[in-house]
Nanobody, 115 residues
Framework: QVQLVEAGGGLVQAGGSLRLSCAAS????????MGWYRQAPGKQRDLVAT???????NYADSVKGRFTITRDNAKNTVYLQMTSLKPEDTAVYYC?????????WGQGTQVTVSS
């Protein structure tokens, strides 16, 4: 049973930074792709950033240049470094991992950016 546990959310002022972490129950390289998604109230869940097993990254246009996805495989952890945060970044952030036909989700962590 794969587990993804997010941490690092919280309340921050606009312009501030946060780092989210996603601890997986096995090597991050065992997943074809890992990523972060977010869901604001009343909206659909949207892709934020992804990282493939070959270390290729992809970002939503709205976060390019501000967010960075990285991994520390010794800790089985993927991070999302968020800088220059804006009120529109407020959402629940979910970690995601794909392995074959299986898709896994974490429980989510709330990020609130005040203006």
């Amino acid at each position: 049973q794969v587990q993804l546990v997010e941490a690092g959310g919280g309340l921050v002022q606009a312009g501030g930074s946060l780092r989210l972490s996603c601890a997986a129950s096995r090597s991050t390289f065992s997943f074809t792709i890992m990523g972060w998604y977010r869901q604001a109230p009343g909206k659909q869940r949207d892709l934020v950033a992804t990282l493939t097993s070959g270390d290729i990254t992809n970002y939503a246009d709205s976060v390019k240049g501000r967010f960075t996805i990285t991994r520390d495989n010794a800790k089985n952890t993927v991070y999302l470094q968020m800088t220059s945060l804006k009120p529109e970044d407020t959402a629940v952030y979910y970690c995601n991992a794909v392995s074959g036909w299986h898709i896994y989700w974490g429980q989510g962590t709330q990020v609130t950016v005040s203006s």
